[in-house]
């Protein structure tokens, strides 16, 4: 069974660029994710999609981050204008529902330099 | 608000002995508890999960103990190896807060010395 793919690998932007970021999730998971991962510290959620829907993304950071899954398959993460502080590893994870008692797969990330 | 913390930020174990990586967590309303392991440059990797309705759950080499009164969590790992170096992280979904993704603690990082 394919995991969850990610792409780039590695983004280096200057700041006030825009980045966009690549997630297409286990075949068949309704369910997909955006977590930030800063240096030294545990993934944070961004948003999470049930299908094509948005299901919370009431810590994405609206005014630069924004993300679509328009088929309810892949789906993309943006942001516009970069700050120094977006630097982090983007984690896209899926899973096949979204229960509450259910776990993740996680792809292995873009990690965003903001010089 | 409230969040998942870890006590210690390295564990440096021989390789062979056991490891006991533990967790704090402040939500009573907290009913799955789950593991990852993540590597360097890797994304986080599923080692094993907890329902609140129980207080101890075993896996190959790895068991996870539940604490409710105390809201503790820890993962103990018999006959450690280099393999398993890496940084571990609990999680936990936040129950009521309706929030249905997992929040994650700080992670803990193992280091396995030959």
């Known amino acids: 069974e394919a995991g969850v793919a990610q792409s780039p690998r590695y983004k280096i932007i200057e700041k006030r660029q825009s980045v966009a970021f690549w997630c297409n999730p286990i075949?068949?998971?309704?369910?997909l994710y955006w977590y930030q991962q800063i240096l030294g510290q545990g993934p944070k959620l961004l948003i999470q999609?049930?299908?094509?829907?948005?299901?919370?993304d009431s810590q994405l950071p609206k005014d630069r981050f924004s993300a679509e899954r328009l088929k309810g398959v892949d789906s993309t993460l943006k942001i516009q204008p970069a700050k120094l502080e977006d630097s982090a590893v983007y984690l896209c994870?899926?899973?096949?529902?979204?229960?509450?008692?259910?776990?993740?797969?996680f792809g292995s990330g873009t990690q965003l330099s903001v010089l | 608000g409230e969040s998942v913390g870890l006590h210690l930020p390295t564990l440096s174990v021989q390789e062979g002995d056991n490891s006991i990586i533990n967790c704090a967590y402040s939500?009573?309303?907290?009913?799955?508890f789950i593991w990852y392991k993540q590597e360097s440059g890797k994304g986080p990797q599923f080692i094993i999960d907890?329902?609140?309705?129980?207080d101890k759950r075993q896996g190959q080499r790895v068991t996870v103990l539940l604490n409710k009164t105390v809201k503790h969590l820890s993962l103990q790992i018999a006959a450690t190896q280099p393999g398993d170096s890496a940084v571990y992280f609990c999680?936990?979904?936040?129950?009521?807060?309706?929030?249905?993704?997992?929040?994650f603690g700080s992670g803990t990082r193992l280091q396995v010395q030959p």
């Open positions: 999680a936990e979904n936040m129950g009521d807060t309706g929030r249905r993704a997992l929040t």
């Open positions: 994870a899926s899973s096949l529902e979204a229960r509450r008692s259910e776990k993740l797969f």
């Open positions: 999609f049930q299908n094509n829907g948005v299901v919370d």
């Open positions: 939500n009573s309303a907290s009913d799955y």
């Open positions: 075949s068949g998971h309704a369910t």
């Open positions: 907890i329902r609140s309705n129980m």
